[in-house]
């Protein structure tokens, strides 16, 4: 037998999703369990793959095969297609191995031509039924199948309405349906240029191949990007025979839920319609009825329901979604999934389940998805209006939350509208933002890029203020002079009110009114749980006492990175570095420094005393100078005023610090390399305020870990680390105190994670930057990489951003090895993460395998980190467990080997020094012996003489 693709869902079950699909294999384990499933086959997720791989094609084989089961499901049923006593009418579902529900297509009433109308109309006694099956299969097989617009028939049936002067579909009778179905085929005829399918098997491949074909269209590939499905899994396709929930008023269809999927309360929760079919619930075309009303009409299908209810839910241990159909007071299930929930309700089920006994903790860690977390910490649209409003634009989800408020095009009017009115609510929009905008992005209560990806300046700063941004929107057209810009074919002007989505990066007109975020009473217990299973730490990337406060609440347990730059834009600190930068002479950037100092010092106690005694690693300055340099000709004479130089002068510097590529240009510890004192000067602000800070506390053992950026060689470690070590020690010395530090790296070049074994000889501790490893292992930028990048996932090339989600593949394998090279060299190497990888879930699982010490992240992403590192903790278990045990054996034969190895040079030794011993013994036995003889001979000569 060939290679099976096609099963009935008796020969299924919940275990094969992976093949079948989850509506296939949940389809498959209600038939299992005795629930009253209608009875067809699923078409696996590996006839997707193979129909991709074969050019868009079901090959003979698997046609093969189709034919075989639409036998099988003929004769299970009684029915068959196409018959003219008992005709067999199909539903054709998608179902991929994780769900994405609404992405794919559905086509029912399949295998309906005129004759089996006919038929069924005259066997049921309700014309109007058969004809409305009849129109609706004509639409949705022209739609979905073969790409008419949707609009033709519905035009097609509003003029119907209008000539019969009706206002619902449910008024027209079935003589107008017949006439309907006349006029959707000709309209069909029209536009494809053949007749409509009458042959129900040539109807069913074309359905088979349309959803193959939806696994690949638009809003999959964007779902499945947003949600981490592989393009790979494929999906498979279901073909169940129909009931019909549009039979008369004995007869419904519904959708329910076994607990509220909004708040998590356990009660039965869902809607249904009488006379109808799915897609009319779906659609909302007419309002359904509660589903305890159906109580009332049908009391025992209601009860036989319930049943249902809380059979799933006892057999899958989680709340249910389900899909059921009433005909003639019959109920069938059509679907079961476990349901897609608000954040809140995820933990108030986890922690529900835990309590009635029917899951343990670590299901209940695992049953949350950490991205979901976002939306507890974040405010977000209130859930209607946001339904009603249509997007005007999309660009990137950078940092999650919903805003709205006024344009502003600048930081300065940003800053300048709160601090006339603090209560004002501004939206900054930028072709994109550097730390000069720091300011106006604290002000505002959203930023909207058009350049700029997840790890451009604009994402990262705004993820660590918890603000919400939607960077790199490139269908935007900035006209700053006009103070306006255009995006989909309107002009949006500065004081105009638009709404921003940073979890979906769309974009909305006006505004959209927003809900606070809530932390509910189960988010610590179930965090609590996280943390008891998790190995990893999870520290935070803070650069100001705010955030690192705000760390410390979500959970963090450190900081993994302050970056250091951030701070000088604030207050008049900007004017003394930038008088440093434009120094001539060493002494003259030492004075200038000597300005920024005692402002370091106080910004580092500050975040020390946020972290109340936790480890805090901070980074030496890292950006290019030029980002640091007067942009606007007021500033530019200020500083030429304060040095004394002239404005051309002054331009002369900043000209002579612009680069071809300042990514790859003059920063990181090239800074510290060619300014010394810039290393100096930080050195000794680290260094005091910990003093300071350990004094003031004397609980508190502050262990500052300085952190020394973008090294690729070890000897220009070395170079800065002995400028860190010597100024550290003398104000240590100075202070005549004791004061433990840590001298550390960030690998972030691919040269440092190849020659790590080396670099570990100068380095206590290795940060993964991963932002940058991305970018020098890919070879594109971070801030400009979102240009291309679509065309990459459109054509399969990347699947996900990779400043976004770790590339496992390159840029992983460079941090696992650089992770051996630096054990293999220094076993202790602390080894942590601090790359916006850090609070990505699926980066956490891959960095929990790789045996990393903590990940490190923004504020708000820490508890996504501390589930999302529970959850690998838990699901790599098992294997962690082999590997220690592994491990240890491997450690134990190396014991027992060198123990062996000692014992037999011990032996040798001994035996070396046993036989020196003997020797020794025997040349002394010899040495007496000889004496012995000696003296024997003498006193026998003497004796000889004497007689
Ligand atoms: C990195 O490169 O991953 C990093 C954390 O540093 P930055 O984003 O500041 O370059
Ligand atoms: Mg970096």
Redesign the pocket.
């Known amino acids: 037998m060939g290679h099976k693709y096609v099963y009935l869902f008796t020969e299924g079950n919940a275990k094969m999703r992976e093949l079948l699909g989850g509506k296939g294999a949940n389809l498959a384990e209600m038939s299992v369990i005795g629930l009253p499933v209608p009875q067809g086959f699923t078409v696996t997720t590996e006839a997707c793959t193979k129909y991709y791989e074969d050019g868009k094609k079901i090959n003979d084989e698997i046609r093969a095969e189709i034919d075989e089961y639409v036998v099988k499901m003929e004769e299970i049923n009684g029915k068959k297609f196409g018959d003219m006593e008992n005709p067999l009418l199909v539903s054709v579902r998608s179902g991929a191995r994780a769900s994405m529900p609404g992405m794919m297509d559905t086509i029912l009433n399949l295998g309906l031509n005129e004759d089996v109308v006919r038929t069924i109309a005259a066997k049921s006694g309700n014309p109007r039924w058969a004809w409305d099956c009849y129109r609706r299969f004509i639409q949705m097989f022209s739609d979905v199948v073969m790409e008419v617009e949707k609009r033709t028939f519905e035009d097609l049936i509003d003029k119907m309405k209008k000539e019969k002067g009706v206002t619902f579909d449910t008024e027209l009778d079935a003589a107008d349906l017949e006439r309907l179905a006349g006029q959707f085929k000709e309209a069909y005829k029209a536009a494809i240029g053949s007749e409509f399918p009458t042959d129900p098997k040539e109807q069913l491949y074309a359905a088979i191949e349309a959803v193959f074909r939806s696994w690949d269209n638009p809003r999959a590939n964007v779902y499945r990007r947003d949600n981490d499905i592989p393009y790979s899994w494929g999906t498979a396709v279901n073909v169940m025979p129909m009931v019909f929930g549009n039979m008369g008023d004995d007869s419904g269809t519904g959708v329910a839920f076994t607990r509220d999927p909004a708040t998590g309360e356990k009660h039965l929760m869902g809607e249904f319609l009488l006379n109808a079919q799915g897609e009319d619930v779906v659609a909302g075309i007419r309002t359904p009825m509660p589903i305890a009303k159906l109580q009332e009409l049908m009391p025992e299908v209601y009860d036989q329901f319930v049943g249902v209810c809380s059979t799933l839910e006892n057999h899958y241990r989680d709340m249910q979604d389900m899909e059921f159909t009433v005909e003639n007071r019959k109920l069938y299930m059509l679907q079961t999934r476990n349901g897609k929930r608000t954040a809140q309700a995820a933990l108030k089920i986890a922690c529900d389940l835990v309590d009635e006994g029917m899951i343990n903790e670590k299901e209940a860690v695992l049953m949350i998805e950490p991205r979901n977390l976002d939306s507890l910490l974040h405010p977000t649209f209130d859930a209607a209006a946001l339904k009603a409003a249509t997007p005007i634009g999309k660009g990137l989800g950078a940092s999650p939350g919903a805003a709205c408020g006024k344009i502003v095009l600048s930081a300065e009017d940003a800053k300048a509208a709160v601090d006339a009115d603090p209560k004002a609510k501004v939206i900054l929009v930028r072709r994109e933002t550097s730390p000069e905008d720091i300011e106006g992005m604290k002000a505002a209560q959203g930023i909207l890029t058009v350049f700029g990806g997840m ?1 451009s300046h604009a994402a ?1 700063v705004a993820r660590g203020m918890g603000t919400c941004c939607v960077s790199g929107c490139g269908d935007i057209t900035m006209h700053e002079a006009e103070r306006c810009f255009d995006l989909g074919g309107k002009t949006y002007r500065e004081g105009d009110y638009i709404s921003l989505d940073g979890s979906t990066g769309n974009i909305y007109a006006g505004q959209i009114p927003t809900v606070d975020a809530s932390i509910a009473g189960e988010f610590g217990r179930v965090m609590a749980w996280a943390d008891k299973y998790r190995r990893l730490q999870v520290r935070t990337n803070a650069d100001t006492p705010r955030d690192a406060a705000k760390a410390l609440e979500l959970g963090a347990q450190g900081i993994g ?1 302050t ?1 250091t730059e951030h701070m000088f834009f604030e207050g008049d600190r900007i004017a003394a570095f930038r008088e440093m930068i434009c120094s001539d002479t060493v002494e003259d950037r030492v004075k200038a420094l000597a300005k920024i100092e005692p402002m370091q010092q106080g910004d580092f106690e500050g975040i020390y005393e946020a972290m109340q005694g936790n480890p805090v690693t901070i980074r030496l300055l ?1 950006p290019p100078l030029h980002e640091f340099v007067p942009t606007t000709e007021e500033d530019i004479k200020l500083l030429a005023d304060a040095q004394g130089k002239t404005v051309a002068q002054i331009k002369d510097i900043i000209a002579s610090l612009h680069e071809f590529n300042p990514m790859m240009g003059h920063r990181g510890c090239r800074l510290a390399v060619t300014y010394p004192e810039i290393a100096q000067m930080q050195t000794r602000a680290i260094i005091k305020a910990a003093l300071a800070v350990n004094a003031r506390h004397s609980d508190w053992q502050i262990v500052p870990e300085i952190m020394i950026p973008l090294v690729g060689e070890v000897k220009e470690l070395k170079y800065v680390k002995d400028v860190v070590v010597k100024t550290a020690d003398e104000v240590i010395n100075e202070a005549g105190k004791d004061l433990n530090y840590k001298v550390g790296t ?1 690998i ?1 070049i691919p040269r440092a994670a190849l020659t790590a074994d080396e670099i570990a000889k100068e380095a206590e501790f290795f940060s993964f ?5 991305t970018q020098m292992t890919f070879g594109f930028s971070r801030d400009d990489a979102g240009k291309f990048l679509g065309a990459y996932y459109d054509k399969k090339i990347y699947e996900n951003d990779p400043f976004a989600k770790v590339d496992q593949v390159g840029v992983g394998k460079l941090v696992k090895m650089a992770a051996q090279l630096g054990r293999q060299t220094r076993p202790d190497i602390h080894l942590g993460v ?2 916006e990888h850090g609070g990505d879930p699926s980066s956490v699982e891959f960095f929990h395998q790789v045996g990393l010490d903590y990940v490190s992240c923004s504020p708000f992403r820490v508890p996504i980190a501390r589930l999302a590192a529970a959850q690998a903790a838990i699901k790599y278990e098992e294997v962690d467990k082999k590997a220690q045990a592994q491990a240890e054996f491997r450690e134990t034969v190396e014991a027992v080997k060198a123990g062996a190895k000692e014992a037999a040079s011990t032996a040798a030794e001994v035996a070396g020094k046993v036989a020196s011993v003997v020797s020794e013994v025997a040349k002394a036995s010899a040495a007496g012996i000889k004496a012995g003889v000696d003296a024997a001979k003498k006193a026998y000569n003497d004796n000889k003489e004497n007689k």
């Open positions: 790890t990262v990175l970056r890292d960030m972030e930057g991963t932002n940058d490893l601090c790359g």
